[in-house]
């Protein structure tokens, strides 16, 4: 049977991969044996070069994923470098925080577009090819806010609890034909994405003090879930939102 984890010869694409969390799951799933296509608005040299010391190849591809305009070009540079498509890893993800009392159209917007529209249409798209091959895996990354209802983040609360919803959806639609569609909630990570509330010495506080495992997660605590979700031991998973969160949802 071989290990069920292994990724060898596999093609990943993950959105956000040059910081992180996209970062880490693209190097988790590099180390599992898959070559990982690496999407995002910024630099990737150091993705790449943590890709490469895995002994795994790393394209790059730039994109500004707050609209749909290069999504399909993305499937299509993947399977023209590769050769392949096995696995797509919706990370990219931006947050906007205010009152809801004042919360703006731009900010609900850009969140949305960026966090739920477009990872939409990414599945949409490789979801094609990956029902056309009878096989595939995506992962999205979803949130604690995909439960609960979070605070200042109306906009971001939406498009995470979207996430969840569609990664149901079309694990109902697609797990007959092959394609495992799952999700990751991650708790509370230390990243760019939580600085705000990593300087908040209050904020900070009673986050730390809330998490059964009594710190922020590391980037690295997510690649176990990824590779699971990606490979062979999690064929008969769908439309399953995986916490890894420190206990925080068990509180
Ligand atoms: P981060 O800000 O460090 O990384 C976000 C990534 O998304 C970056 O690579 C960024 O370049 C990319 N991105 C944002 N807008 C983009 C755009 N328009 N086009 C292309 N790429 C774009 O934050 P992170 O914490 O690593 O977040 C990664 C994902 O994890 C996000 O979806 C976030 O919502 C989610 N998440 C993070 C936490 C946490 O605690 N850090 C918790 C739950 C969920």
């Given at each position: 049977m071989g290990n069920p984890?292994?990724?060898?010869?596999?093609?990943?694409?993950?959105t956000g991969a040059?910081?992180?969390?996209?970062q880490a799951l693209a190097v988790a799933l590099a180390q599992a044996g898959a070559d990982i296509v690496a999407v995002g608005r910024s630099a990737m040299d150091e993705t790449r070069g943590l890709v490469a010391a895995a002994g795994r190849r790393c394209h790059a591809i730039k994109a500004d994923l707050s609209t749909i305009a290069p999504v399909s070009a993305i499937v299509e540079?993947?399977?023209?470098?590769?050769?392949?498509?096995?696995i797509l890893v919706n990370n990219a993800g931006i947050i906007r925080r205010a009152d809801a009392v004042d919360f703006t159209e731009e900010d609900w917007d850009a969140v949305i577009d960026t966090n739920l529209k477009s990872v939409f249409f990414l599945c949409q798209a490789a979801g094609r090819h990956m029902l056309a091959q009878g096989a595939g895996k995506i992962i999205n990354i979803?949130?604690?806010l995909s439960f609960q209802g979070g605070i200042r983040v109306p906009s971001y609360t939406a498009s995470?609890?979207?996430?969840?919803?569609?990664t149901r959806l079309l694990a109902n639609e697609w797990a007959g034909r092959g394609v495992n569609v799952?999700?990751?909630?991650?708790?509370?990570?230390?990243t760019n994405n939580t600085a705000a509330l990593q300087a908040d010495e209050?904020?900070?506080?009673?986050?730390?003090e809330r998490i059964p495992a009594g710190r922020w997660g590391q980037p690295a605590d997510l690649g176990g879930a990824a590779v699971f979700l990606a490979s062979r031991a999690s064929d008969?998973?769908?439309?399953?939102i995986l916490a890894v969160d420190g206990g925080w949802l068990a509180r």
């Open positions: 984890f292994d990724l060898s010869g596999r093609a990943a694409i993950v040059n910081t992180g969390l996209g540079e993947t399977l023209a470098t590769f050769g392949r498509l096995d979803a949130s604690m995470k609890s979207g996430v969840a919803g569609l799952n999700a990751i909630a991650p708790g509370y990570f230390a209050t904020r900070n506080r009673a986050i730390l008969y998973v769908h439309g399953h």
